[in-house]
């Protein structure tokens, strides 16, 4: 055994010499990984870049994770890999390791650099992936009031539901407490893996509340008559929306007081605004009880989010599921990182978030060339894109337009389409990314947020320049539009 004296000057020289590094090993994990992903040990070799005989040495722990390995899993396999992060310090290179990825650094750290900083500096760590946290939330905060300048409306007046939006949307589409809280909720209702039937949500809420469920047609979805305790839910909707309405129900009985304290404590202008955001934090207790947190995860990784699936598994609309994926951001236990949305048939977002760098437009119409307006003409089809932003990042997109009968003749039945995706680093989790090559370099649709802030200066399908640069018009050459950008 090779022993290594030092001199008490010595720490002064070397402060971590005398530090051992934390060797990680991940031969559970990486076989785990392997077997789950119908790989053989060649075809994972080479997406790691060593040899077969390597990563059979890493499988049976026999040598450590190199800072480099971790790096290339990480990337990989990133939504797996977040669960096999051995401790704190592991947790923390991945956190930084995501912050120093951000576009507006101008040159990536390298995975030793930043295993080193996880490592023998966590303070210096943590305070610098909360600072880009804040910097992150910052600036969507800034791009809201110019967003609402740009659109002539004073920062100061946005609507109620437009206040509610962006509380979401700031909250990461997650409230913990609440999530968590629906999550025993369901247990409780539904024995250990929590899921519900109409029928025992039908029998908790008489049983434990008095109430009554009486599903049969009516003028509105759900009416609760509070002096009776009769809970009347339209007959017809569609089995899905049913089952949503008695879930809202049970969740605002069982879980109004946790409601009641978000809302009371969120900084919102109005009252208005209050008890919209009452209704939304209810809506999205609905949801995890419905689809309580952990089991769906495991159920969406091993789908890999087929939409479909996971529907009939929960037994949830198209719709309630890609909600349900959006809201995956439990630390610790993340999803796919995603964005999801609902567009109307006029565009309108009606809905959105994203846990991505994929961004919606606040004001205006989105960017015509996005998948989305298509399906929302043609329902009940999925239509799958590769689209690319101007800051060069590929998304795999899919959307699939919906109808909601008004079930009589003389009024329109709803129409829209509902969007999600997935930056192209995780396409091998996002089972729709089957049906498109990614790496094409051609293949991706250029798309913008909107014409108002997109830089594309040759796209056919603007409607209007940009509002941060200038147009010249040349009266005897014309385009698809009438002026040019100036570079």
């Not at 070397?14 to 075809?43: C, N, S």
Request: glycine letters at 6%.
């Amino acid at each position: 055994m090779l022993i290594c004296k030092f001199a008490k000057s010595d720490f002064a020289k070397y402060p971590y010499a005398m530090v051992h590094r934390r060797r990680l090993f991940a031969g559970t994990q990486l076989h785990k990984i392997r077997e789950d992903r119908g790989l053989m040990q060649a075809e994972l070799a080479q997406q790691l870049s060593i040899s077969p005989s390597y990563l059979s040495q890493l499988e049976h722990d026999d040598r450590p994770l190199t800072p480099k390995l971790v790096e290339r899993l990480a990337r990989l396999f990133p939504v797996e890999w977040q669960d096999f992060s051995s401790d704190d310090t592991e947790q923390l290179a991945v956190s930084l390791r995501e912050a120093v990825g951000d576009p507006v650094f101008s040159e990536p750290f390298s995975p030793d650099a930043i295993a080193k900083l996880a490592e023998q500096q966590p303070a210096f760590a943590r305070r610098f992936v909360e600072l880009h946290e804040a910097f992150r939330r910052a600036s969507q905060r800034l791009e809201m009031v110019d967003e609402a300048i740009s659109a002539d409306t004073p920062s100061g007046s946005r609507l109620p539901w437009e206040e509610v939006r962006d509380w979401f949307h700031l909250s990461n589409n997650y409230v913990d407490q609440l999530d968590r809280s629906a999550e025993l909720l369901a247990r409780s209702i539904g024995g250990e893996e929590g899921l519900l039937t109409s029928e025992s949500m039908r029998r908790h809420l008489t049983e434990r509340h008095g109430v009554e469920v009486l599903v049969e047609r009516g003028e509105t979805l759900r009416n609760f008559d509070a002096s009776g305790k009769k809970l009347h839910v339209d007959s017809g909707q569609p089995a899905s929306g049913i089952r949503f309405q008695i879930a809202y129900h049970v969740a605002a009985m069982s879980l109004g007081g946790t409601i009641r304290e978000i809302a009371n404590s969120a900084r919102l202008r109005t009252e208005a605004a209050r008890e919209l955001l009452t209704i939304g934090l209810a809506n999205y207790a609905a949801g995890a009880v419905l689809m309580p947190y952990e089991h769906f995860r495991r159920s969406a990784r091993e789908f890999r989010h087929d939409i479909d699936r996971l529907s009939l598994l929960y037994r949830t609309s198209f719709e309630q599921t890609c909600h349900r994926l959006s809201t995956l951001q439990r630390d610790g236990a993340r999803g796919l990182p995603i964005f999801f949305c609902r567009v109307d048939m006029a565009g309108n977002i009606t809905k959105r978030h994203s846990a991505t760098r994929f961004q919606f437009a606040r004001f205006g119409g989105a960017c015509p060339l996005w998948i989305a307006h298509e399906a929302a003409a043609i329902p009940d089809r999925v239509l799958v894109q590769l689209a690319e932003t101007p800051d060069g990042v590929r998304y795999v997109s899919i959307a699939k337009g919906l109808v909601k009968t008004s079930g009589r003749f003389d009024r329109n039945p709803r129409r829209y389409a509902v969007a999600l995706g997935c930056e192209v680093q995780h396409a091998s989790e996002f089972i729709y990314a089957d049906t498109i090559d990614v790496d094409a370099p051609g293949a991706a649709t250029l798309i913008g947020v909107s014409c108002r802030i997109c830089p594309r200066t040759n796209c056919d399908q603007r409607a209007y320049p940009p509002s941060d640069q200038q147009i010249e018009v040349n009266l005897f050459r014309r385009g698809v539009v009438p002026y040019e950008l100036r570079d």
